[in-house]
Each structure stands twice: as structure tokens, then as C-alpha cells.
């Protein structure tokens, strides 16, 4: 049994990357809140002896419940409906010297092909390896190695790769 | 873009974090998950099983069950093939050489009987009155003997007999 202290550093440690995730998988803010906690609660029942779960199984649910939403129309029409405000919330980590740097990879991230974006965001900052990647997005790891690749050839040339390079 | 400029690529990305969820979020979250602890350590302290003798857990009874029915499968129709083979190897039996000719009955084809009188004398005794009487005595062997040609038995039993009879004496 896990204590509470290793549940507290658990979403401390875990819970960015999750509602990273959350927010690119749902339109809506407080959608994303509900998917991560939803999951979060889920995956944690499913462990026998009540160990905090592992980042790709919270992964997996969180997309899977993801899909399940988007096939409600209620829920659809009210996240075309708060659209509008989607950008409002920042992806990335926005302190004063990062703030043009995160703002240009989230546009950059958000131009992305939904397969890529799943990939990087699990292999970047989930911290997932191909196999996990697999496992939580049924693909095969061959499929999720050559997305990433592709997914970063992307990403950067949506970035503009003459002013990422300079900026390095 | 060679590996090189992936790998640094790479790096640049992940010095940018996620943003740091809200305030809100995170206790939510935290006192969430808080609650599911505290929740599953009192079922913990509740479901905790006493004590208990050895009891057949759900596998091994599946495992069980399983041998089982497959010994079943085959030794239903085991059993009928060995019935039916049984019976035609019983229906083609030479006739008398079964084992049912034992408890058949001899069927005596010849049945000799005799009679043998081995000894034969007189004895005179006296009745409480004081009156004599004479008693003729003959020892008798019977013999019954009965074949059973077709089976090659032969039966035969041989029973003395005696025959005493009164005699008036005025016969004489």
C-alpha cells in the first residue's frame, strides 16, 4: 500500500505531463481536468495493491476516455462551443525568458498531425518509451519510432527552422 | 535533419516543460486521490481474510474442473466403445466354450441307474412283551449316474441303503 506521501509526489511528478496530454486530446480546459482526474482515479482502481499507477496505463485511459467523449454529441457541441477559449491556457512552461519559446512550440504543436502530436507529447514529455507508446496508443513500436521521427521533422519545421536553429 | 540536430532538438524540447497544472486542479486532484487511498486502506483493514485452512482457489478449481471434463470427454465415449466391442466379441464366441457354460446345467444324454445288494441276514428280537420277532435285513447300494456326452461330464452317486423288514414267523 502506498502511503500518502508517495501518492502526493506522484501527481506532483506526473500531473503536468498528464494534463499536457489531457489538453491536447480534449478541446476544453475543464475537460481535460475531468479526463486526467477521471483517469487518474481509474487507473488507480485497477491496481491490485494500490501502488500508484504507471504513467503509460493513466496515458492510455486518459486517451481512451478521450475518444469515448468525443463520441458523445453533448459533449462534442459543448467543446465547439468553448473553442473559442482553448488557447487562453498555456501548454508549456511559460516563466518570463521561456514565454516566446513556449508560445511557438504550442503553435507549432498544435499545427501537428494529430498521430504526431500524441507521440512526441508521450515520448517528450510523458517520459514513455516506444513500447509503452504502443501499448497505450495500440501501435505497433516500429509505428511509434517512425512518428516521432516524423513528428520532430514537423514540429520543427513549423517552428521555422532558420530562427529555431539560430536559437540553439 | 541528421541525428545530431534530432538529439539537440530533442533537448531544446524538453527544457521546455508542461505548464504547471492549476492551484485548483492539483488539490482536486491530490485530495481525489488522497480519498481513494485512505478508502482502500480501510478495505484493506476490513477484507483482511483470517486465518483460514488451505481452501481451493478459483484456478486451481478451474484446473480441476478442467482435468476433469477432459477425462470425461474421452472416457464417456471410451466406455461405449469397450461395451460394443464386448458384446460382439461375446456374440462370436465359439457355443459351450463361454464363459456362461459354467453355470449352464448338465443335460444328461445317459442315465444309468442300479441297484446292488451288497448283504443280506435275518434277527430275531423280543418285543417288551416277551414276544420274538424276526427281521429281515438287506443293505442296498444305489447308483445314479448321469452323462452329459456332448460336454464329456459324468455324474455318478452311489447312496447305501437298508431295508429291514418284519417277519411273521408263522411263514415258516
Known sequence: MAKQTDWERWVLDHAPGLLLFARQQSRCEADAQDLV?????????????????????????????????????????????????????????????????????????????????????????????????????????????????YGLEELRKAMGSKRFIESL | MNDNELERFEAHLRSVGPARPPAGFLERLKSETMALVAERRAQTAIAAPPAQPERTTAPELFAWSSWLSLVLRWLVPATAVLVVGGIIWRANLPVGRGPETAGTPVRADDVRIDQQLVSTFDTVELLPSGEPVRFRCREWMDEVVLRDSRRGVEVARRVPRVDVTPVPFETY
Open chain 1, 37 to 149: 482526474q477521471e483517469a487518474v482515479v481509474e487507473a488507480w482502481q485497477r491496481q491490485a495493491d494500490g501502488a500508484p499507477p504507471p504513467p503509460a496505463l493513466v496515458f492510455a485511459t486518459i486517451r481512451r476516455r478521450a475518444v469515448d467523449w468525443g463520441r458523445s454529441q453533448d459533449r462534442r457541441a459543448a467543446r465547439e462551443a468553448a473553442a473559442h477559449a482553448e488557447t487562453s491556457e498555456c501548454w508549456f512552461d511559460s516563466s518570463i525568458e521561456d514565454r516566446d519559446r513556449s508560445r511557438l512550440i504550442q503553435e507549432a504543436m498544435a499545427k501537428l498531425h494529430e498521430n504526431y502530436r500524441e507521440v512526441v507529447t508521450l515520448k517528450t514529455w510523458g517520459g514513455l518509451t516506444f513500447a509503452e507508446i504502443a501499448g497505450a496508443l495500440e501501435i505497433p513500436a516500429n509505428t511509434a519510432a517512425s512518428r516521432y521521427r
